[in-house]
T-cell receptor, first 114, second 112 residues
Framework: DTEVTQTPKHLVMGMTNKKSLKCEQHMGHRAMYWYKQKAKKPPELMFVYSYEKLSINESVPSRFSPECPNSSLLNLHLHALQPEDSALYLC?????????????FGSGTRLTVV | GQQVMQIPQYQHVQEGEDFTTYCNSSTTLSNIQWYKQRPGGHPVFLIQLVKSGEVKKQKRLTFQFGEAKKNSSLHITATQTTDVGTYFCAGLYGGATNKLIFGTGTLLAVQP
């Protein structure tokens, strides 16, 4: 299995809702990442997990809460989002914390906040 | 902070023409990686360059890493419509940061 699977593919949520994005990989990668990508922009790093521990938080607002229950799963809990948070949320994994062999990205969750 | 700039932002070519995108970092990189993102898709890893002055080829694609490890280029020979997409370089910075910073990207359009 050489894929990163993200669910759901699309999500529409109100500003008072709570929702979660899920990401799963079975490649044995020990580093996992959340990225945010706005239209026509590069992916922006949000969080890095290494061996199930949070190693980098790129000053992301607390309305985004990551969780890594085990080495194969990564969640992103969303609460009280703003319309400007609408974007493509990409999960990725890599073989090592230093991604010397490239990241494998999931197909993303397209989030719309209304 | 680290910044990775790419030029051009957009390139439109006729099928069969060559294409080059250039990537520049404000500071020295440990390595550089290249990704392709098709319209509506997600980034897909193409290649990694590690050594100063390194050149790697993948069929019609040629990747170079600068001698000072601060710049890189991707050259596509005889473009095809399947080459359409946004090409991102991504720099890995050494030290404690250990993170990949994506360049601004170049969108390639190929007219048949």
């Amino acid at each position: 299995d050489t894929e990163v699977t993200q669910t759901p593919k699309h999500l529409v949520m109100g500003m008072t809702n709570k929702k979660s994005l899920k990401c799963e990989q079975h490649m044995g990668h020990r580093a996992m990442y959340w990225y945010k990508q706005k239209a026509k922009k590069p992916p922006e790093l949000m969080f890095v997990y290494s061996y199930e521990k949070l190693s980098i938080n790129e000053s992301v607002p607390s309305r985004f809460s990551p969780e890594c229950p085990n080495s194969s799963l990564l969640n992103l809990h969303l609460h009280a989002l703003q319309p400007e948070d609408s974007a493509l949320y990409l999960c990725a994994s890599s073989r090592l914390l230093r991604p010397d062999y490239g990241y494998t990205f999931g197909s993303g969750t397209r989030l719309t906040v209304v | 902070g680290q910044q990775v700039m790419q030029i051009p932002q957009y390139q439109h070519v006729q099928e069969g023409e060559d294409f080059t995108t250039y990537c520049n970092s404000s500071t020295t990189l440990s390595n550089i990686q290249w990704y392709k993102q098709r319209p509506g898709g997600h980034p897909v890893f193409l290649i990694q360059l590690v050594k100063s002055g390194e050149v790697k080829k993948q069929k019609r694609l040629t990747f170079q890493f600068g001698e000072a490890k601060k710049n890189s280029s991707l050259h596509i020979t005889a473009t095809q419509t399947t080459d359409v997409g946004t090409y991102f370089c991504a720099g890995l910075y050494g030290g404690a940061t250990n993170k990949l910073i994506f360049g601004t990207g170049t969108l390639l359009a190929v007219q048949p």
